[in-house]
């Protein structure tokens, strides 16, 4: 990104600093040096999104959060079913994007068929639902959603990996898409480890608030 653009935001709609420190990490890689990254949790008092009613909570408290950062060049949502996208959108204060739009339309590139690995069956349906509404669903080839919860991954990130990894072997031919914020900064080694075309939403959403950038 330019450096006379600024500031990037990242904003976790859940509590978990652990994460929020993850996606500092992965921004700072993707944005170099040229501009500042901040990350902040939402004041959502929700731990782990893993339902449809928590997106709803976590959509107010993003657009807030949002808020008190006006004069940013940009806004990622850290959450894969982009909560707060719209309403923090609409503010009209900074390009913003989330995760999961961003994060699909990457896989999806050139006609790309893709699978999404992530957390939480309850979010199974919403994704899918994500992916019709990007006009995607004739390029997802699947959704894998892994066996352990969002905070036994959180915890202990390097016991999830082999299943990850195994996960992410036994996908489909085409990209694979890791959905959720507890993934940031996996894909690359991911990627190398299994030899498969592997995203997450990080790097495609910074790419998303920088290519709005470049036209304003």
Do not use: Y
């Not at 939480?120 to 919860?149: C, H, T």
Request: some cysteine; charged content about 20%; aromatic content about 2%.
């Amino acid at each position: 990104m330019n450096a006379a653009r600024g500031r990037l935001v990242i904003v976790n709609p859940n509590t978990n600093a652990r994460v929020t420190l993850w996606l500092a990490e992965e921004a700072r890689r993707v944005a170099g040096t040229a501009i500042e990254v901040i990350a902040v949790n939402a004041e959502s008092g929700i731990e782990a999104i893993e339902t449809p009613e928590h997106l709803e909570i976590a959509a107010r408290a993003v657009a807030s959060e949002v808020a008190k950062h006006r004069g940013a060049s940009g806004a990622v949502v850290a959450g894969f079913g982009d909560p707060g996208v719209e309403e923090a959108q609409a503010l009209g204060l900074m390009p913003v994007a989330g995760l999961g739009k961003s994060g699909m339309s990457a896989a999806a590139l050139g006609g790309r068929r893709f699978s999404i690995v992530t957390l939480g069956m309850a979010m199974r349906e919403p994704i899918l639902a994500k992916a019709a509404s990007l006009d995607l669903a004739s390029q997802l080839a699947e959704v894998l959603v892994l066996p352990f919860s969002i905070a036994e991954m959180v915890r202990d990130r390097d016991a999830a990996l082999a299943e990850i990894l195994r996960a992410v072997r036994g996908c489909q031919d085409g990209a694979v898409l890791l959905g959720g914020a507890p993934f940031a900064g996996l894909a690359a080694g991911i990627a190398l480890e299994t030899r498969r075309i592997v995203l997450d939403g990080v790097e495609a959403s910074i790419e998303t608030v920088e290519r709005v950038n470049r036209v304003r």
